[in-house]
């Protein structure tokens, strides 16, 4: 398999969409831990990936979101390396030798400002989530959802441990100041501070569907040089009938993947309510 850097130097490149909502086809309880299912039920979790393996994806992502030991509530190292790993393997089944895997990292959950949690815990939970998802096989570390520039910043340093290339994600979404984080970060500031802190790609995903999607990304290449990733939703969530619904179908969204790539993401994938019907879409408009 040839370097993941390389490979994005120049081509387009599909990633694949999102996870835990297609964890509710195979029914996922409410208010259960998706990672846990690695272990439990890693037949599920492989046969999410092939799915999109099959659509076309060209790297997938971990089922680790929520794999951080703080996020998991779980004080046994071992246990969460061992969940990590599971996720990698799990992914790396599916992806094979052809497809890269991507191992998720998402927030703690915890507010640093708020004394949830210290600098070097946070530090040290993140490199022990990394430190399984290498040694499951992971190709790629990608720190997604962040709103926490500092947390994001932490999770990088972590990153850099491990010799993997990294991508570095923020959530933005539009208000009377533009497009910023839940946190109050500009997307200038966070490109920046990716930047100068080593990040090898710089992303944006969920939070907005495609259309505002399309726009961050132009604001995020007008401020840096570096590989972009975008991923956005299938629209917002909505609730209808007692179900989460998200509107943008994949004929919509995939009608609009030349113009995200025209506003400067080389990369492109989904997140929230995004099926691999969209990535098969997104496919076709990318390599047609």
């Known amino acids: 398999m040839r370097d993941f850097l390389t490979a994005i130097q120049s081509n387009l490149f599909l990633f694949d969409g999102g996870f835990g909502t297609q964890l509710q086809k195979y029914n996922l309880p409410s208010g259960q831990v998706p ?6 039920k890693p037949q599920v979790i492989e046969q999410v990936h092939r799915e999109y393996v099959e659509a076309g994806a060209m790297a997938v992502t971990t089922n680790s979101f929520g794999g951080s030991p703080f996020k998991l509530k779980c004080s046994d190292k071992d246990l969460c390396v061992r969940i990590n790993k599971a996720a990698a393997e799990n992914a790396r089944r599916a992806a094979g030798e052809k497809v890269y895997v991507a191992g998720s990292v998402g927030p703690t959950g915890a507010i640093l400002m708020m004394g949830d949690i ?11 989530q990394i430190q399984g998802l290498r040694d499951g096989g992971a190709d790629i570390v990608i720190i ?6 500092q947390e994001a910043i932490i999770a990088l340093c972590a990153a850099k441990e491990f010799d993997l290339p990294i991508i570095l994600s923020m959530t933005f979404e539009p208000g009377n100041r533009g497009f910023r984080t839940m946190m109050g970060i500009d997307i ?5 501070e990716a930047g100068e802190n080593g990040a090898d790609v710089v992303a944006t995903n969920c ?30 969530p909505r609730v209808q009938d007692g179900q989460t619904v998200y509107l943008e179908t994949p004929s919509t969204m995939a009608v609009l993947i030349p ?11 989904g997140c929230c309510g995004t099926t691999p019907e969209h990535i098969r879409l997104f496919k076709l408009k990318l390599f047609s």
């Open 35 to 40: 990672e846990m299912w690695n272990l439990e």
């Open 118 to 128: 210290s600098e070097q815990e946070m530090y040290d939970g993140f490199k022990i």
């Open 144 to 149: 997604e959802t962040m709103s926490d520039l």
């Open 188 to 192: 200038q500031t966070f490109v920046r």
């Open 207 to 236: 939070g907005t569907g495609i259309e505002k999607a399309i726009e961050i990304t132009r604001e995020m290449r007008r401020n840096t040089e570096l590989p972009i990733l975008c991923e956005p939703n299938a629209g917002l």
């Open 259 to 269: 113009q995200l790539i025209e506003a400067g993401a080389g990369l492109v994938g």
